[in-house]
């Protein structure tokens, strides 16, 4: 059973479109992570948000903390297709990790 | 930035032979670090969390005498998949824990294929 529900789970879409992905849990985090990973390698950190209602930009990619810190989504502006990979949210609890099911994003140009 | 490696980055295995994996913090010292499985297309699910100096803690429903791990220095930690079944075939991932207690860097993953 996974603690950290992922949706979609897929998703393809034409480069300058818009995305959103959601990650969402019952259970209340003390930070959740956003991470991408490319095939055959490990995860890479994309971001941290600690408080609930947070909003942190990186470039072309938006990220909120539910105000419960139990979900959060990310947003990405005119994706491209650098953009494709799987897309990972971890939550910590406890001083432990527990990810996502993902939500692999694939670019098309 | 903190780099951790992992040792090999792939392995081939016999059935019934065990192997063991390393993961390395190189530019910084971790009293914790965790150890994650990846079935393909999946995501990634916490085994263990390794503790410098104490045994691991294992995650509900993982074997601790099938998956072995050693946490003897500040800067490495091994796990050993003992008497390896082609099911134990897998790609495992180490993260080491930094300074703040939300903080962990991943290591490159290792593919072990159990034939």
């Known amino acids: 059973t996974q603690l950290l529900e992922q949706s979609p789970q897929f998703l393809s879409i034409q480069e300058g479109e818009n995305l959103t992905v959601y990650c969402n849990s019952s259970?209340?985090?003390?930070?959740l992570q956003w991470y991408r990973q490319e095939p055959g390698e490990g995860p890479v950190l994309l971001v941290t948000?600690?408080?609930?209602?947070e909003v942190k930009k990186l470039k072309r990619l938006t990220f909120q903390f539910g105000d419960a810190r139990k979900d959060s989504s990310l947003h990405i502006t005119a994706a491209q297709p650098g953009d494709t990979g799987l897309y990972l949210c971890?939550?910590?609890?406890?001083?432990?990790?527990?990810f996502g099911s993902g939500t692999k994003l694939n670019v098309k140009p | 930035g903190a780099v951790v490696s992992q040792h090999p980055s792939r392995v081939i295995c016999k059935s019934g032979t065990s192997v063991k994996i390393e993961c390395r913090s190189l530019?910084?010292?971790?009293?914790?670090m965790f150890w994650y499985r990846q079935f393909p297309k999946k995501s990634l699910m916490l085994m263990a969390t390794?503790?410098?100096?104490?045994?691991?803690?294992?995650e509900q429903g993982v074997e601790k005498d099938k998956f072995l791990i050693n946490h003897a220095s500040l800067t490495l930690s091994t796990l050993t998949v003992t008497s390896a079944h082609p099911e134990d075939s897998s790609f495992y991932i180490c993260s080491a824990g930094g300074r703040s207690y939300n903080e962990q860097f991943f290591g490159p993953g290792t593919r072990l294929t159990v034939l």
């Open positions: 948000v600690v408080t609930g209602g």
């Open positions: 971890a939550g910590e609890r406890f001083n432990k990790f527990y």
């Open positions: 530019d910084f010292q971790a009293t914790t």
């Open positions: 390794s503790n410098e100096g104490s045994k691991a803690t294992y």
């Open positions: 259970s209340v985090f003390s930070s």
